[in-house]
């Protein structure tokens, strides 16, 4: 499967910012996802980016607090804004290069927003 | 909707000892299951997975057997190893097209010397 850089790998915020996570894949791919885990929670997924379109977001996430880009088949960003403690999650990229193929991930993003 | 439930850790195991870590699952349909592994400081990795009732999926020592009839997909391993120390998510997803993971909270393992 492709490999998944994504970065900055930690950060510490302030509330009332915004932070823009980078996902580079080392192939193109169709479709990738961004996920969250909270503390001591699941991974839940927040959206999902196709190249040459809008972002398709879960319930609970939207455009404005979650804007994602995904210029090209290789790299999408996610920003999260106007960040407050409760935001203090991992955020992790991932995709699947083929159709019925399982997922990948990247090494994730931890933000600590204070 | 579907849902993953996994056993609370952290689990804490000496070296050698056998592991149960249990998952069941609700859900429409015929999905995929999964078990990804998270080591220290690293990203999601899938350890092996199966895609129909009563496959087996294996890797690394690890096992898990796709059990429809009771829902479940409980990860197996005879001799556990501190290496072996992450955390483990079971997961599943429809069984075509891009699919997106349902995802367990995680069970974290402790393997001691």
């Known amino acids: 499967s492709a490999v998944i850089s994504q970065k900055p790998s930690r950060d510490i915020c302030q509330r009332g910012t915004s932070l823009t996570i980078q996902c580079q894949v080392d192939?193109?791919?169709?479709?990738m996802f961004w996920y969250r885990q909270q503390p001591g929670q699941s991974l839940t997924l927040i959206a999902t980016a196709n190249q040459g379109s809008e972002a398709t977001y879960e319930s609970g996430f939207v455009i404005d607090k979650f804007p994602i880009s995904r210029p090209n088949l290789t790299f999408s960003t996610l920003t999260v804004s106007n960040m407050s403690p409760e935001d203090s999650s991992i955020y992790l990229c991932?995709?699947?290069?083929?159709?019925?193929?399982?997922?990948?991930f990247g090494q994730g993003t931890r933000l600590t927003v204070v | 909707g579907n849902s993953v439930t996994q056993m609370e850790g952290p689990v804490t195991l000496s070296e050698e000892a056998f592991l149960t870590i249990n998952c069941t699952y609700t859900?429409?349909?015929?999905?995929?299951l999964f078990w990804y592994v998270q080591y220290p400081g690293e990203g999601l990795q899938l350890l092996l997975k199966?895609?129909?009732?009563?496959d087996k999926g294996s890797n690394k020592g690890f096992e898990a057997t796709y059990r429809k009839e009771t829902t479940s997909f409980h990860l197996e391993k005879g001799s556990v190893q501190v290496s072996d120390s992450a955390v483990y998510f079971c997961a599943l997803s429809k069984n075509s097209g891009y699919s997106t993971l349902t995802f367990g909270k995680g069970t974290m393992l402790l393997v001691s010397p």
């Open positions: 199966a895609t129909k009732a009563d």
């Open positions: 991932s995709s699947n290069d083929r159709v019925g193929t399982e997922a990948f």
């Open positions: 192939s193109q791919v169709t479709m």
């Open positions: 859900a429409t349909g015929y999905p995929s």
